[in-house]
């Protein structure tokens, strides 16, 4: 699972990545609160990934998921990991924070280092699973 603050651009775009690279196993992502819909700048990169077909239709909110039924559960900040334990205390073993900055209010060209930032980190995280 992955959860950063809007379920728009970090979250999803990990959770497509990652549903590509290793189909065999369940993915999500989550957001803590959803006010905007998947970013078109994540689905333009994901095709250039050949991964937009992995990409979520809408975001998801934090509150509609199981946490406790994940294994591991990626906050991109550390205040998302803190929103996390506050609804599942339980889950503290199961938190990594990749500590990745929201590119919402980045040019496209940062925004494009940050997805490959989180690129590259999935990759990794895929070798490891």
Known sequence: MF??????HRSPLAEALLKKLRPDIEVGSAGLHIAIPVSEEV???LAKQNAD????KFPENLDSKS???????IAMETRHKD????KCPECK????????????????KD?????A?????????????
């Open 3 to 8: 959860v950063c603050t809007g379920n728009a």
């Open 43 to 45: 689905r333009e990169y």
């Open 53 to 56: 077909q992995y990409l979520k």
């Open 67 to 73: 946490l406790n039924r994940c294994g591991l559960i």
């Open 83 to 86: 929103a996390v334990l506050s």
């Open 93 to 108: 073993d199961k938190i990594v924070v990749w500590n990745i900055r929201d590119p919402y209010y980045l040019s496209h």
């Open 111 to 115: 925004a494009e280092k940050i997805y």
């Open 117 to 129: 930032e989180i690129k590259e980190k999935v990759t990794e995280l895929a070798k490891t699973l």
